[in-house]
């Protein structure tokens, strides 16, 4: 070892770690988790290959539930809370972001 590679081996902090990068810890999965999983997406399946059973389900639901007064009041709140704390900002958030690059697009 020559005096270059000593004074720069001399620098190195004596407190001085590697990281190693691990990787992300594998999940154990029990069988009645893999049971569940299965089932939603057979459930998904399912629907998704029954579309008309499905649509006379939800509309089957909504009759019940329009027939129930205090459950549909809360539905409507739900809904109504979903579109102005999601939906319309994403809407908005889309056309300022159209209008923009217009604006950028257009030369006069």
Known sequence: MNTDEMETFSKIE???????NDPPPVKLVT??????ERHLINVKKYQHKNPVKMKLKAKR??????????????FLEKRRD???NVVKPKR??????AHEALSTTLVI
Do not use: S, V
């Open 31 to 36: 069988a009645a988790e893999r049971l569940y």
């Open 14 to 20: 004596p407190n001085f770690q590697i990281e190693y």
């Open 61 to 74: 639901y909504m009759e019940e539930l329009k027939k129930d007064k205090e459950k549909y009041e809360i």
């Open 82 to 84: 979903y579109y102005i």
């Open 92 to 97: 908005e958030k889309k056309l300022a972001e």
